[in-house]
């Protein structure tokens, strides 16, 4: 196993990133990639040869994390380094002109995932920034479009249901071809004469807890996200959601898991 070991002198770091050069790295198709309006604006490109992304500079443990973005086709995650990783996922997976997006929601622990949630947005996500939210604590992972809840993973029993809460994850983001099997299901291709296509980027926050590797004890405890879960009204908005924009929900899918659901599924949305 893996992980990533790393030492800290504040315990604490709150990053807005209003400036992208000081706050992330670009780590491939850097000359796709553009920082507009004094570093308060990037933009990740994909053409025919090759797409785009950048990850933060700081490893996170627990956090806030939210984007404005307006959408062409990207991913937005955390995630950790080695064979046995850990991912929280917002992928946007590209569509024929006109047709819905569908949000792809995941939770990998350990290198193993399997944990898909699919939506459909209630507005184009092209026409304007829209904001993409996740709280990670030690309790639970909520997905948040907008400030509504979309989807929520609770930390039930992790030696039986294994919850990324070990390994330190840094904010990733890229735009990539990925019409082998995201554009319903590889039947259809990108269109390259519409290229080159452009996901913007604006007003990223990562209030997050470093926790130094075998301190026991975390040390963000007085911040409102680290003991978050959702109440009676945002429960009863995430049900509606769900109800009404949901198109794929890994807890039903008795096909693919035929020898039982997932332990979780009998507990979680």
């Known amino acids: 196993m893996k992980l990533i070991v790393f030492l800290v002198v504040l315990p604490w770091v709150a990053v807005f990133a209003r400036n992208f050069s000081q706050d992330f790295d670009l780590t491939w198709g850097s000359d796709r990639v553009r920082i507009l309006n004094n570093g308060e604006l990037l933009t990740l490109s994909l053409d025919k040869d090759s797409g785009s992304a950048f990850q933060s500079k700081n490893e996170y443990l627990f956090g806030k994390i939210s984007v404005q973005l307006k959408l062409v086709r990207h991913c937005h995650i955390l995630a950790s380094q080695g064979s046995t990783w850990d991912e929280i996922d917002f992928e946007f997976l590209g569509n024929l002109s006109g047709d819905p997006y569908t949000v792809h929601t995941n939770v990998i622990t350990e290198g193993k995932g399997d944990r898909e949630q699919q939506f459909r947005l209630w507005f184009d996500p092209i026409a304007d920034f829209h904001t993409y939210s996740i709280i990670w604590n030690p309790h639970v992972i909520i997905f948040y479009v907008d400030g509504t809840p979309i989807r929520e993973f609770k930390n ?81 908005r995430l049900m509606w959601v769900q109800k009404h924009y949901m198109i794929y929900n890994y807890c039903i899918d008795l096909k693919r898991f035929p020898q039982g659901l997932p332990l979780e599924c009998a507990a979680t949305t």
Request: aromatic residues 12%; glycine residues 6%; charged residues 20%.
């Open 156 to 236: 039930l029993d992790s030696t039986k249901v294994p919850f990324p809460e070990s390994r330190a994850m840094r904010i990733h983001s890229s735009i990539w071809n990925a019409d082998d099997w995201a554009t319903k299901g590889g039947l259809i291709k990108t269109d390259w004469s519409k290229g080159p296509f452009t996901a913007s980027f604006r007003n990223i926050s990562a209030q997050a807890c470093i926790w130094a590797s075998g301190s026991g004890a975390y040390p963000c405890s007085s911040n409102s996200w680290l003991a978050k879960q959702l109440d009676a009204p945002s429960l009863e």
